[in-house]
Structure formats: C-alpha cells, structure tokens
C-alpha cells in the first residue's frame, strides 16, 4: 500500500458532500464538545437525510483508524481524551509504586497516575480495585492527573469465576467469557477450594508485571454442577441485592392482619385473581359487572384491586429501607430475589383466596366505546373470591368450565370478558403499539433441571388483565396530577429521528415505502406490520421496528407513554414487586386522604432521584434474568452439541450472525469464519452481511438451518455452523458504499474465540434474547 494512503474501509472522500464538516472540522468539534455522540454532532451541522447516514460512516472511519475512542453505548470522544470528571477503576501500579486508574468507559482511555491524599483527608486510601469517582487535572509538564472525589465501592477488578487446579497453581477463571483475566490464589488460601467451586474473588495489590494477576477470594458461592448455580452467578455478577436485614425481617414478622378501621368493605364484591399457574403471590384482583346507569347504555364498572403495600412498608422503615434499595423483585427461572420478606409478599400482601386482605381500588366506569368516564379510588378490605391461574379463567370464557370455574362462571368469568370486548373498542381506537414476541416458559423437573423449553400461548386472558391494568396506572397518574401530587411516572419516549431514518432506509431495501418526513405514530407503525404480517418479510419488520423504539424509564417529568400511546401513565399495580409503585400508592394515600402513611418529606425530596435509581435496578434485573437464562438454556443443549436447528437470523454484526432457534427460541453465534471462504461487509443499512467477491447476501431476518458446535453452561455461550446457502447476490442493490470487512478465516484461531456472545443488541439492550422470558409474575413491565 503506498505510505500515505488510508485502507480503502476508513478513507474520507475526496470531495465532502454538502452539508457535511471536513475531517478536521469534525475532530474538532468533537473534542471541544469533550464527549458527544451521532445525533448531538447531526444537530450541531443541521444534518438531515443522506448527509446523516454519511456522517455515520464517517464517524465508523475515525473510529476505525483510530482517531475517536467510544464512550459508553453510543457516544465519542478523540481517542485519549478525558472528561472534566469520571467514573473509574484503580487498575495497576507503575513502576514507583503509584496507582493507575482508567474510566470505566473507553476501551482507548488512557491510565492516569492517581493523586496523593491531600492532607487533612481522613478517607482510607484507594487501593487495586477500587471504583472512584475523580477530576481529571492537567499538569504542566503535560498529561493529567486524578483527584479523588468520592470513592464508589470495590470496582472492575473483581472477578467472578470458577475455580480450576492443575499441579502447578490454582486459578479462578472467569464465568464471562468476555473477560480474558483470570486470577491466580495462593497455595495456602487454595487448600480450602475445589475444583468447580464458584467464587468471587478480586486482585490482591500484589501484582505481576506479565500473566495473571494475584488474586484472594472474598466468597464461595456454591457450586459449578448445584441446580441453582446460574440463578446464583447471575445476582452476584450484577450485584443484586439479596436477603433482608434482622430489623426489616423483625417489622415483617410483626405486621398484623387488617381490620376495617379507616377501610371502605369490599369483601361482598367478587374479585378474582387470574395469574400464571405458578404465582405464589396475588398482587391484584379484577371485577366486572354491567352498568344499570341509564345515562350510560351499554358501559360497564371494572374493579382493580391491589394489595396495600404502603400500610406494612412505612416511609423510614427498614422494610423501607431495604424495599428502596432492592427496587424490585427479581424473576429468575427457577427461583425469586423478592424485593419484600416472603411473610409479606406471599403471605400478608398477597390477596390469598377466601382470606381479608388490605387493598387500594380502583372504580371504573367505560362506555359503551370503550372510552374510560370516571373513577374513584377507596382504601379497602376485600376478600378474594377465587384464585384462577390463565388457562383456567381462558378455558371457562370458552365454555369448558372445570370443578372451580363452573360456579362463578356466569357471575365473574362472563361479565369479565363481555367487559374486556368494551374495553378492546377503546384499546383499538388508542392503537397502542401491536409488536408481537414468542414468549417460552422454562420448566424444570423435581432435580432442579431444566425439563422442557415451551412456547408460551397469548391468551386471552392476559390481554384482559393486561388492559384492566393499564386502565388503573392510567386512573392512579391522573389523579396524582388533578390532585397536583408528586409521582414518579412511567414514560416511553417517541423513537429517535436516527432510528426512524435507519428504519426507513431499510424498508426501502424490502420495497416498503415509509415518508421519511412522517412523524413517527403508532397507528403508523401498527399499519406496517398489518400489512406485513403473514408475509414473508413479517418477522424481520417486526423485529426492526422493535429495535427502533425507545426503552421505557421511570421520570418525575412526564412525556407520555409512546408505545401505549397514552398521555398519562404510571405504576400503581404491583407495590409487591415495584418499589415505584409503592411511591404512588404512598401518593394517594396522601392525595387522598386516607391514612397517615403516605408520601414522607423524604419520598417527595427524592423523588427524582428515586425514579433514576429504579431505572437502574430494572435493567440491572432484566440483565440479571437475562443471564441466568442464557445459561439454564445453554446447559439443556449442551446435550444436543452436533445436532442441527432451524432458526431464522436475528442479528447481524461484522464478526457473525446471531440465530435464533425456532424449537427453543435460544440465541447464538455463526461466527464470520464459517460463512464461506472470502470477505463479508457488513451493510448496517440492509441489516445484512454481503460477499465482498460474490455479493451472497446474509440479511437480518432470513431462515436459516445451523449445527450447534459448542454449548457453554457457565457462559450461557451458544456457538452455531451454518449449514444454509446465503441469498444469491441482488443485481439491482447496490454495494454498501463502506463497511466493516469481516473476514472469513478457516486458519486455526481464526474463529469467534469460544461461546461468548449469547445474543443479537435489541432495543438498546445488547444481548437480549427476545424469544426466552421468564413468564413467572412479571405484569405490566412496560
């Protein structure tokens, strides 16, 4: 290659479109911005249409040859460049003894000499391990330097493995084969360790200058062959919190069954509940009956009741305390991290069949159009009139009643479902976004096994309640606000101007049309996969356009709830599970006035901060969940190893493809090495992998059939070999005008490097396999 040329895949063109910054104006702007990100640097220029997907390839180049360092998810910097103040990790000593941090964010971060202590600092000094928040100060005698600002807890340093001996030293080995470090334990502390142990171990400050650093364990947390061993990697690698403290145990043991003191009687009203079959605990009933109002022909009242949470958990307490902490319950296929003590939430809290029970209600009143008229919250003591999982409730509205249904059938079940048909009217005419997902449940024999992978059916019965609890948070946010009470909403923003853009540049390759002006609807979206459902691009579209949605967060700001399409929304049915609804419960007892245990001067102070901290904790369960997940279903094919699938393909990235099996919805990787012998380009704007010598295409979407090789429990690590052919070239699609060249390398070494990617990014979530959710209780996560 001639000295001063660039590789063909980060070379800038010769003349920069219009519109468009030049190279150098470009880094510029990026490292005055300090960190930014694709859509900050669209607006920054007034970019629009081609010049926006120009400047995304620009932006790949820099980062390919080295300029730009990522940050984070989505954002840039200039390679090397530090921010005012960061987040980072102690990771090593120089040779004169000084520590070494780097942010956490930015693999291009360069290491930063930790400041001394100044003097008067009574803090303990920093150590190996450490995660600090710091200042970055510049030196003059150049580079920077890190004062520390606050320490944040033991860092990245921390290793969670599994414990291998040979005769020359033990190791802990890490469960993530993402992470290449392992730690070696000393002859003295490995005396007390088996091979197969599970531990979490963290580096000791004795370092080596080459090979695994000196490690010490801080706990044995079982088992590699226990049943329960994934659940249990899964809360330790992403920190959940576990167990109770004695003082939150001791106000749990004391809660008292409820009277009627200060409570509406609502033991003589029917209200069921209808949960998986499963569920130990019953966190809402429903109730419908016909409205004889003659002012309103054909409406009907829907009861919604909930278990009052907020008269056992009080503002201070430490089931407070700890409910705060936990922020919810975590949902794990063979078992349940509860965010309240079980005397509590499957005992007192839970609306147990024929037993009186504390609940907040809500009374509903909807049209003949299925439109909602009013409502009216009380406090009350109900009684549950029957315990009915799904399928029961779904087999008596279509007339096979069995010994339990039969006598409540004309008087609960009908009503319940004429009912939901009113309510459906008012649903269609919101036209909620209709994204359809295969949903399995994992089912596990008397050995704690898994015992089979099964489709979950979408009955009927869910979207009933479903849709009665929606009609309830809704009812809960507008009487918050009429009542101008702080809340914590539920919000969902509207889909970025990048992803509807990347959306519509890929329907253009389908020969879909989509006005690029159009703002984006969910009538538009829903009309999209009307007219694509039962074709045979119907999965991939479903599929994209999911991934062009925003994620859901809570907020004390409201913006509404795009994929709901509703202009008011918040959580208020599940105070068992949710700590964010339990602030709204607290809200209208306050609003209310229905007791003295509602909103504190605490809860309204930090509200905002609350709402961040319950965001976090939900991805860190759903992360959690997803894990454990990966592994139970890696360990049930790792028996399967050499047999063949079909699967359709759900991601596509410059190493490989992500496919996902149609037998067990289970998530792995055709690395790029068994796709054919010659070079692939990834075309983000196809979603596809294309020859660069053939043009044979690989997109996003296409059935496919594939040989499991390789089934890694510990990783949740499945590796796949394509047996399909790829689509033969299009003639009429234009090359991708630049991309990642991902070679095809047979050599040995040359393939993904072991089973550690376990699924295709989706809808800001890398990884997320969409076709395996626990469908344990977890209602209304939207």
């Known amino acids: 290659m001639p000295k001063n040329r660039q590789p063909k895949s980060t070379r800038f063109p010769q003349k920069t479109p219009k519109g468009l910054p030049d190279r150098d104006t470009l880094i510029k702007h990026i490292r005055e911005s300090g960190e930014t990100n694709k859509a900050e640097i669209a607006k920054a220029f007034g970019l629009k249409g081609e010049?926006?997907?120009?400047?995304?390839?620009?932006?790949?180049?820099?980062?390919?040859?080295?300029?730009?360092?990522?940050?984070?998810?989505?954002?840039?910097?200039?390679?090397?460049?530090?921010?005012?103040?960061?987040?980072?990790?102690?990771?090593?000593?120089?040779?004169?003894?000084?520590?070494?941090?780097?942010?956490?964010?930015?693999?291009?971060?360069?290491?930063?000499?930790?400041?001394?202590?100044?003097?008067?600092?009574?803090?303990?000094?920093?150590?190996?391990g450490d995660r600090l928040l710091v200042r970055f100060v510049a030196l003059e005698a150049g580079g920077h330097e890190a004062q520390v600002i606050k320490a944040l807890g033991a860092g990245g340093q921390r290793l969670l493995g599994v414990i291998r001996k040979n005769r020359r030293e033990t190791r802990v080995e890490p469960v993530d084969r993402r992470s290449k470090d392992s730690l070696i334990i000393s002859q003295h502390e490995a005396e007390a360790l088996r091979e197969g142990d599970l531990v979490l171990a963290q580096a000791s400050g004795r370092e080596v200058r080459y090979g695994p650093q000196n490690g010490k364990i801080l706990e044995v947390i079982g088992r590699e062959e226990q049943p329960r061993a994934f659940s249990l990697l899964a809360i330790h690698a992403h920190g959940i919190p576990t167990g109770f403290s004695p003082a939150a145990e001791a106000e749990a043991e004391k809660a008292e069954p409820p009277t009627l003191k200060g409570r509406e009687d609502l033991r003589d009203v029917p209200l069921i509940t209808i949960d998986p079959a499963d569920a130990r605990d019953h966190d809402d009933a429903v109730f419908a009956e016909a409205d004889t109002d003659p002012k309103n022909p054909g409406g009907w009242i829907v009861w919604v009741a909930i278990a009052d949470v907020a008269a056992y958990v009080r503002p201070g307490s430490a089931l407070d305390e700890t409910a705060r902490e936990k922020a919810n319950s975590v949902y794990f296929p063979d078992r349940v991290e509860p965010m309240l003590p079980e005397v509590l939430s499957n005992g007192l809290c839970s609306l147990r069949e024929g037993e009186n029970r504390a609940c907040l209600a809500v009374r509903m009143v909807f049209g003949a159009d299925g439109r909602k008229r009013s409502h009216r919250f009380v406090r009350g003591l109900m009684r549950s009139a029957a315990k009915l999982s799904y399928e029961q409730a779904?087999?008596?509205?279509?007339?096979?009643?069995?010994?339990?249904?039969?006598?409540?059938?004309?008087?609960?079940?009908?009503?319940?479902?004429?009912?939901?048909?009113?309510?459906?009217?008012?649903?269609?005419?919101?036209?909620?976004?209709?994204?359809?997902?295969?949903?399995?449940?994992?089912?596990?024999?008397?050995?704690?096994?898994?015992?089979?992978?099964?489709?979950?059916?979408?009955?009927?019965?869910?979207?009933?309640?479903?849709?009665?609890?929606?009609?309830?948070?809704?009812?809960?946010?507008?009487?918050?606000?009429?009542?101008?009470?702080?809340?914590?909403?539920?919000?969902?923003?509207?889909?970025?101007?990048?992803?509807?853009?990347?959306?519509?540049?890929?329907?253009?390759?389908?020969?879909?049309?989509?006005?690029?002006?159009?703002?984006?609807?969910?009538?538009?979206?829903?009309?999209?996969?009307?007219?694509?459902?039962?074709?045979?691009?119907?999965?991939?579209?479903?599929?994209?356009?999911?991934?062009?949605?925003?994620?859901?967060?809570?907020?004390?700001?409201?913006?509404?709830?795009?994929?709901?399409?509703?202009?008011?929304?918040?959580?208020?049915?599940?105070?068992?599970r949710r700590y964010a609804d339990l602030i709204v419960h607290r809200g209208l007892i306050s609003a209310l006035g229905f007791g003295s245990d509602g909103l504190s001067e605490r809860d309204i102070v930090k509200m905002s901060d609350t709402a961040e901290a319950i965001t976090f904790a939900e991805r860190r369960a759903m992360a959690a969940e997803r894990d454990a997940t990966d592994r139970y279903v890696a360990a049930y094919l790792a028996d399967r190893v050499g047999a063949d699938f079909k699967g359709r393909i759900t991601g596509v990235t410059r190493f490989g493809l992500f496919v996902r099996l149609d037998e067990t919805g289970a998530d792995g990787l055709v690395p790029v090495s068994k796709l054919g012998g010659e070079y692939f380009i990834h075309d983000d704007r196809t979603h596809s992998l294309v020859g660069e010598r053939s043009g044979a295409r690989w997109p996003l979407g296409m059935p496919v059939e594939v040989r499991l090789t390789e089934a890694t429990p510990l990783t949740g690590g499945l590796l796949f070999e394509m047996l399909s052919e790829p689509m033969a070239a299009d003639p009429n699609a234009p090359r991708p005008r630049l991309g990642m060249r991902a070679r095809n390398d047979r050599r040995p070494g040359g393939g993904s490097g072991g089973a550690s990617f376990r699924g295709p990014p989706r809808q800001g979530q890398p990884g997320r396999p969409k076709g395996i959710k626990n469908t344990r209780k977890k209602k209304n996560r939207r």
Not at 54 to 77: D, I, V, W
């Open 51 to 128: 010049d926006r997907r120009a400047l995304r390839h620009m932006l790949q180049a820099l980062e390919a040859e080295g300029a730009l360092g990522k940050r984070g998810r989505r954002g840039f910097a200039e390679a090397g460049a530090l921010p005012e103040v960061g987040v980072v990790d102690v990771v090593e000593r120089d040779h004169d003894g000084d520590l070494l941090v780097r942010l956490t964010k930015g693999e291009d971060a360069p290491l930063v000499v930790l400041a001394p202590p100044r003097k008067g600092e009574a803090a303990p000094a920093p150590g190996l």
């Open 394 to 576: 779904q087999a008596c509205a279509d007339g096979f009643p069995d010994d339990k249904t039969g006598p409540i059938a004309d008087r609960i079940i009908k009503p319940l479902w004429a009912a939901y048909a009113c309510l459906k009217k008012g649903r269609d005419a919101r036209s909620p976004l209709q994204i359809e997902s295969a949903e399995r449940r994992i089912s596990f024999n008397a050995e704690g096994e898994i015992a089979a992978i099964t489709p979950r059916a979408s009955l009927e019965a869910h979207k009933l309640i479903e849709e009665m609890m929606i009609q309830a948070n809704v009812s809960a946010a507008e009487t918050l606000e009429a009542r101008k009470t702080p809340l914590i909403y539920r919000i969902h923003d509207t889909p970025s101007a990048e992803k509807v853009q990347a959306l519509a540049d890929f329907l253009s390759t389908l020969g879909i049309a989509w006005n690029k002006g159009e703002a984006p609807r969910t009538e538009r979206f829903n009309k999209l996969l009307a007219e694509t459902r039962g074709g045979p691009h119907a999965d991939i579209v479903n599929e994209v356009v999911l991934r062009t949605q925003m994620q859901a967060v809570y907020s004390t700001d409201n913006i509404g709830h795009f994929g709901l399409n509703l202009a008011k929304y918040a959580h208020f049915t599940s105070p068992i």
